[in-house]
């Protein structure tokens, strides 16, 4: 009996024993290939919990297809579902995805992006910015955190490419939500005019708040029908739109939000705060406006105006109209292409002052909290900022049809340009992004003159969170468009009385509960830095 049971243990031992041996020779048993790397977890939440968990996988399991639904900010192309016909092809064949996207019109979308949110509506990838619910949606929960795991684990190229600092940037509260775009941009505005008016008038170049004043006048005085400045302020813009050349940059301040007027100056270490409109620089600057609006510089009806501006320039109906330098840019390119009779010029009011670049979160994509999908939305994002045959065909559309591919970072617009345009593609700017072959060279030589301009600062990454003071900052922007409008745009004849005026309705409002709660991050934010 004993011996029995001795050759019973003994072959039960040599049965493990080759089991094991078989299993390190590449039997692939126990999740592992001969290397010893874990294989991919299958399903979309066993592959996010491995990458937070740090899961070394050999790669993420494509194996099944899934349909990834996307939201994006801006009117539908009439082509889209051409274009995206030709991305799903290509999307099918690198990740085994396909995409729906549903696009929020620029008429109504500040009102449909959070009911999006608020009634858990079914999506996995959203257009956002710092300027577009980001950090609104961060807080609330609205989109899913995003680990260093995650993004190395399904954003290789991404992870690759896109700067330290901008991921830095996109963080709320010390957490990451989305995947900013991957292309500085200097935030600076400029102004776009009639060179031909100039000209003919026989006016100074204009590199100054005094030269384009004479512009100004002198196109209001003589061309009959044509707006010498134009803006839309009936659009909800709270402030008069030369006001970040003229107010902001020419004093070297920063607003920390344009929902209320509030400052510093960007060379005080400590970010204390004023209220621009208390100030001896927008009183002075409230005459200038004044001055011109009384020399017939726009329209009295300017206030109501809700024109596209741009389109009435095209149309001879405006003689400037302030943007940033890459709108700008594209907007003389468009000039020169369709209205060669019309010479166009940008300029620079404040050409020696220090430059602001926008922060990474002006343009991203971020994932629903909600998604079944997100590791596959997360290659998606990989693909459209970082694979160029992709990222040509979403930013552009058809070679061929819509654009026309000159050498390997340029473009011309095809036929059917018009088809597709319009929308918050600009989510996956990268560094792949063409330029239109038109664009003008003094636009390019007016960057290359700001680059070593562009002044960095402590409080350049602080959010706001205006959880506390909602009301308030509510009940603030209706003072702006109620009382600064207006007197901003020179309506208003006494403008000490309006100044004072203004300046009372935001104390009522509650401008010294916001700033109070602003301080209080902003010192605890720079405090933290130390």
């Known amino acids: 009996m004993k011996q029995q049971k001795r050759r019973f243990m003994f072959l039960l031992a040599m049965v493990f024993a080759v089991s094991a041996l078989l299993s390190a020779c590449g039997g692939n048993g126990g999740g592992k290939d001969a290397s010893g790397a874990k294989n991919a977890n299958t399903g979309s939440n066993a592959a996010v919990n491995s990458a937070n968990s740090g899961g070394d996988q050999a790669g993420p399991d494509i194996s099944q297809e899934v349909k990834l639904k996307m939201l994006l900010v801006g009117g539908k192309p009439a082509d889209y579902d051409e274009v995206f016909d030709e991305l799903n092809k290509l999307l099918k064949e690198k990740i085994n995805a396909t995409v729906e996207t549903e696009f929020l019109d620029w008429a109504d979308w500040t009102q449909k992006y959070p009911l999006k949110f608020a009634a858990n509506e079914d999506f996995d990838i959203v257009y956002t910015a710092n300027w577009a619910f980001y950090n609104d949606q961060a807080r609330k929960g609205g989109f899913l955190e995003l680990t260093e795991d995650m993004l190395k684990t399904y954003m290789p190229k991404t992870w690759e490419a896109m700067p330290a600092v901008s991921w830095d940037q996109a963080k709320v509260d010390g957490k990451l939500y989305m995947v900013p775009n991957n292309n500085m941009e200097v935030t600076d505005k400029v102004v776009i005019i009639r060179e031909d008016l100039r000209k003919k008038y026989n006016l100074e170049p204009i590199n100054s708040p005094e030269t384009y004043a004479a512009y100004v006048k002198a196109v209001g005085a003589n061309e009959k029908g044509v707006s010498a400045f134009g803006a839309k302020p009936a659009d909800g813009w709270k402030w008069h739109e030369l006001d970040q ?286």
């Open 245 to 530: 050349a003229l107010l902001e940059q020419q004093n070297e301040w920063n607003l920390i939000d344009y929902s209320f007027p509030l400052a510093y100056k960007l060379t005080d270490e400590k970010g204390q705060l004023f209220n621009v409109y208390d100030t001896p620089e927008f009183r002075e600057l409230l005459t200038f406006y004044k001055d011109l609006a009384d020399n017939k510089g726009w329209s009295k009806n300017i206030v109501s105006n809700k024109n596209d501006v741009w389109q009435d320039m095209k149309a001879g109906k405006v003689g400037s109209y302030a943007q940033t330098l890459g709108t700008v840019g594209a907007n003389l390119a468009e000039m020169r292409r369709d209205k060669p009779e019309y010479e166009g010029a940008i300029v620079d009011l404040t050409p020696d002052k220090k430059k602001i670049a926008s922060i990474s979160t002006q343009n991203g994509m971020a994932i629903h909290a909600t998604s079944k999908n997100a590791e596959r939305s997360l290659m998606l994002i990989d693909l459209l900022q970082n694979d160029k045959e992709i990222h040509d065909l979403t930013m552009y559309g058809i070679a061929g049809k819509h654009y026309e591919p000159v050498g390997d970072d340029r473009f011309s617009a095809g036929p059917s340009a018009a088809n597709y345009t319009g929308f918050s593609n600009w989510g996956w700017n990268s560094p792949l992004n063409r330029k239109d072959a038109s664009y003008p060279v003094e636009a390019d030589e007016i960057l290359k003159d700001w680059e070593p301009k562009v002044h960095h600062f402590a409080l350049e990454t602080f959010v706001f969170d205006d959880s506390k003071v909602k009301n308030e900052v509510s009940n603030v922007g209706n003072v702006m468009l109620r009382y600064a409008i207006p007197l901003e745009y020179g309506l208003i004849d006494d403008l000490d009385k309006g100044q004072a005026e203004l300046i009372k309705q935001l104390n009522s409002a509650g401008i010294g509960k916001i700033q109070e709660e602003l301080q209080s991050q902003i010192d605890a934010f720079l405090a933290a830095q130390q």
